[in-house]
């Protein structure tokens, strides 16, 4: 029998995304859309399907209706069947102590009754946040030859970066003897990915315990460094490619990299598998180049019209570049037009913009952060929201953010300057 | 359980002048405009048309074909009163056989729609690109009481022996057809897209099972009902309408949706079966720095490192660095290696061409055994067939499917040439 037999994944899909701004603002963070064809939380579905996993809870809590409208069924990832499958669990109310999630860990209490239907050996803990091709079976695997009680997948990170991940220190063999959750000068580089195994029984005792305990109820703070000293645990080294694109400066990296075949993203090679069927992607016809465009270094999605010259950027499907239009270091996603004579360099532009003729956007690295959010965009990204329109010959400057809907037809502006919002 | 319509759709032809790109699927299977395969137009249009009940006659090599429709799903043919039926020839019974012709092929199958009791059977083509309403001619089939409406279309007098035409009344009652006729009366020519009265349907197969010789309706039915005076009337369409018959017509059907007027394929919504062959899941197009692509189709799982000028490339094809590729039409998976040429040709799915290879080159010539379809210079190379590195092939050549480097013994193959039919 495979080591993934008797494996319930729970998949944490009810992230925040706040880092990603307005990106995320409408939708979950394992939803925003990556690569031009997929959207994040595909990455961790695949590589549940190529593990040999056959059953999914997926946690949503946080705008979670594009999510449910990706994930449907199960069915791109083969997870329909007597036995296979893919369950929502949204937060619920009808026994006295339901609510909204209040942690990763309450999330899993909260659904200890799904789980004890499933009799599972071992619980997989996911989250749906991740850009990387990864064997879980090869862990769990190590997690059964071990006899661990929980094992915590890990990788090296830059030491600067530390203090952005829960970081571990082991023993020769692997075990895990010290743990810290997000501090400043950590023991450790080796961080924790955030993908963990559980014995059940144990998981269970330990979230039954936590949440009696009333401290708080995250893995990384309150369960982990509960189990050290009481409990095996197992550290699971991995070196691949890993991303967490939880800020637009990664996520920005982590789409480019795409397009480099020495970044060890690849897309075709990792077998990424998404919901292409779905609602306005599936008719989509094949894409156009007309006879004065221009591609190269760039993916291009299906239905796109390109006209214009597309240079190192990524066109979702439905996109239209049109004469005379440069985009360069860019995303631009589902239906969004660009028009004549128009250049976009260094932006995002979400599903649905408008942008007429000889706009500039963006102006790339080296320019003031945004103002508003400093923390969010100091990258020099220029950030345009689902929807929003731009009248012709309107310039933009780097660093800027519109909101999702702002439409700037007939509004008398001057020329947006680096780092400014416009929030209506 | 009944529903108002049922379409039938005849899939089942071979069609002999496509040579190669029918020696392992029906011409309804053929593949069109990168994505689609040519059935998919009257899956599409039954589908916009209401139409709930459908079913695929299918009789030649059906294994691609059934693949592609599947459970009918892309065309939302499923659900407790939807279908979509793939409907094989079958014995048992002591007159079933091979389909003898498009009536034998309906009356074999008279169980299938007569189970859903419908009013009407749209009888359909699934070898026709068009974007057929058929609403108006129902609507004009409920209005005129008609037994049979038969859709038209104008075509320029000099190909009209090309088809069946008919000759209507000012109340557009058929009162003349015939079938190819060198010089016909009329130029309105059949696009072989019926609709039936259902209990009329099956009196006449029933009719023409007994007697019949041909078991075409063109042939038998048509002119039967006619001679009996039988509510028979036209329909005039004047939408998008294409027809295939050579390899020659086949390739300029292709190249239309590269001209400034050819219909605009993200407004019209085709749908096909998405299901790629390949593993994993359409990857968007892949243009590396050195990539030079213009004035062509496009489609996912590609990666272009060379350039490609006026073509229609499916998914998964890959344009090595160096390589030209002009005027052609490339099917999945093709490889075109680093520096070879394509000129003007027609590459089946699985085709690789070595490298610094070059096909197309030299005069236009006709094929010499296969003029009649294949007339205008254009090259094509059957399925899964793997062209050496450096080999010269002309133009006006047919090249077998699954020929291997070690079956090419010269270094130039001359135009108009046929090699492994």
Redesign the interface.
């Known amino acids: 029998m495979r080591p993934a037999a008797n494996t319930l994944v729970m998949l944490l899909a009810g992230g925040v995304g706040s880092r990603l701004n307005i990106l995320a603002s409408e939708r979950a963070k394992p939803a925003v859309p990556f690569?031009?064809?997929f959207r994040i939380i595909d990455f961790t579905l695949s590589n549940v399907m190529h593990s040999g996993l056959e059953m999914v809870g997926l946690l949503t809590q946080y705008r979670p209706l594009s999510l449910m409208d990706h994930v449907r069924n199960g069915q791109?990832w083969d997870l329909v069947g007597r036995t296979r499958g893919v369950r929502i669990l949204p937060p619920h109310t009808g026994s006295k102590d339901a609510d909204w999630y209040k942690g990763t860990a309450d999330a899993l209490y909260q659904n200890l009754g799904f789980m004890q239907d499933y009799r599972p050996e071992k619980v997989l803990v996911l989250s749906g946040d991740h850009i990387y091709r990864m064997d879980y079976e090869a862990m769990i695997a190590a997690h059964e030859a071990q006899g661990a009680d929980l094992t915590i997948a890990a990788m090296p990170v830059p030491w600067d970066e530390t203090d952005r991940f829960g970081v571990m220190v082991t023993g020769a063999d692997g075990w895990i003897t010290d743990f810290q959750e997000k501090v400043k000068h950590a023991k450790s580089n080796l961080a924790s990915m955030g993908i963990y195994v559980f014995s059940y029984p144990v998981l269970e005792e330990e979230l039954l315990a936590v949440v009696a305990a009333k401290q708080g109820f995250d893995f990384g703070k309150n369960i982990i460094p509960g189990m050290l000293g009481r409990r095996k645990l197992l550290c699971y080294p991995f070196t691949g490619y890993w991303r967490d694109v939880g800020t637009i400066r990664s996520y920005h990296e982590a789409n480019m990299d795409c397009?480099d075949p020495a970044s060890g993203l690849d897309?075709?090679q990792?077998?990424?598998?998404?919901a292409?069927?779905v609602p306005h992607i599936?008719?989509?016809?094949?894409?156009?180049?007309?006879?004065?465009?221009?591609?190269?270094?760039?993916?291009?999605?299906?239905?796109c019209?390109i006209d214009g010259e597309?240079v190192h950027s990524?066109?979702?499907p439905?996109v239209r570049v049109e004469e005379g239009a440069v985009v360069r270091d860019a995303l631009i996603m589902q239906d969004s037009v660009i028009g004549k004579g128009s250049r976009i360099e260094y932006a995002i532009v979400d599903k649905r913009c408008a942008i007429g003729a000889d706009c500039v956007v963006g102006r790339g690295p080296g320019v003031p952060p945004n103002r508003e959010f400093p923390g969010h965009l100091d990258c020099g990204i220029t950030l345009l929201g689902k929807g929003t329109a731009i009248p012709s010959r309107t310039r933009i400057g780097g660093n800027c953010i519109l909101y999702p809907g702002v439409n700037l037809t007939g509004r008398a502006l001057d020329d947006l300057a680096d780092g400014e919002t416009i929030m209506e | 359980m009944s529903v108002k319509i049922v379409g039938m759709v005849l899939a089942g032809g071979r069609v002999d002048e496509l040579l190669v790109l029918t020696a392992k699927r029906p011409k309804s299977a053929v593949h069109v405009w990168g994505t689609y395969r040519i059935i998919d137009f009257a899956l599409s249009n039954l589908m916009y048309a209401g139409i709930d009940v459908v079913g695929v006659l299918s009789q030649y090599r059906p294994y691609s074909l059934a693949t592609h429709l599947g459970n009918g799903e892309p065309w939302d043919f499923i659900g407790r009163s939807r279908a979509l039926r793939v409907l094989s020839p079958f014995r048992g019974a002591a007159d079933s056989d091979w389909y003898k012709g498009t009536a034998d092929a309906l009356y074999q199958h008279i169980d299938f729609f007569e189970r859903y009791a419908p009013e009407l059977v749209v009888v359909a083509s699934g070898d026709h690109i068009s974007a057929m309403d058929y609403r108006p001619m129902i609507r004009q089939h409920y209005a005129t009481g008609a037994d049979l409406t038969i859709a038209l279309k104008r075509v320029p007098r000099q190909q009209a022996h090309l088809y069946g035409t008919a000759v209507l009344d000012p109340s557009g009652r058929v009162v003349i057809y015939q079938e190819k006729a060198p010089n016909p009366k009329g130029n309105l020519a059949s696009l072989t897209v019926y609709t039936f009265n259902t209990t009329c349907l099956i009196e006449r197969l029933k009719q023409n099972a007994r007697e019949g010789t041909t078991f075409q309706i063109y042939s038998e039915i048509i002119p039967r009902m006619l001679a009996e005076r039988a509510n028979v009337f036209g329909w005039v369409f004047d939408g998008y309408w294409q027809y295939a018959r050579t390899l020659d017509s086949y390739y300029a059907a292709n190249m239309h949706i590269l001209d400034a007027e050819a219909p605009d394929l993200a407004a019209w919504k085709v749908r096909t079966n998405l299901n790629p062959d390949t593993p994993g899941d359409p990857v968007p197009a892949v243009f590396r720095p050195s990539a030079q692509v213009r004035s062509s189709l496009i489609c996912y799982n590609a990666v272009f490192e060379g350039s490609v000028e006026h073509s229609i490339l499916s998914p998964g094809v890959v344009v090595e660095r160096g390589a030209v590729v002009r005027d052609s039409i490339v099917m999945h998976r093709c490889r075109i290696g680093a520096g070879a040429r394509v000129d003007r040709a027609i590459l089946d799915k699985d085709v690789h061409i070595g490298s610094g290879a070059q096909v197309g080159r030299g005069e236009a010539v006709p094929n010499e055994r296969h003029a009649h379809t294949l007339s205008g210079g254009i090259t094509v190379i059957g399925k899964g067939t793997h062209i050496p590195a450096d080999l010269h092939i002309g133009r006006g050549c047919v090249l077998a499917t699954d020929l291997h480097e070690s079956d090419f013994s010269s270094a130039r193959i001359p135009s108009g040439a046929t090699v492994g039919l």
């Open positions: 690569g031009g064809a791109p397009l897309l075709q990792w077998e990424i598998r998404t292409p069927d599936g008719d989509r016809a094949p894409a156009i180049l007309g006879s004065r465009a221009s591609v190269s270094n760039a993916l291009v999605a299906r239905g019209q597309v990524i066109l979702f439905g």
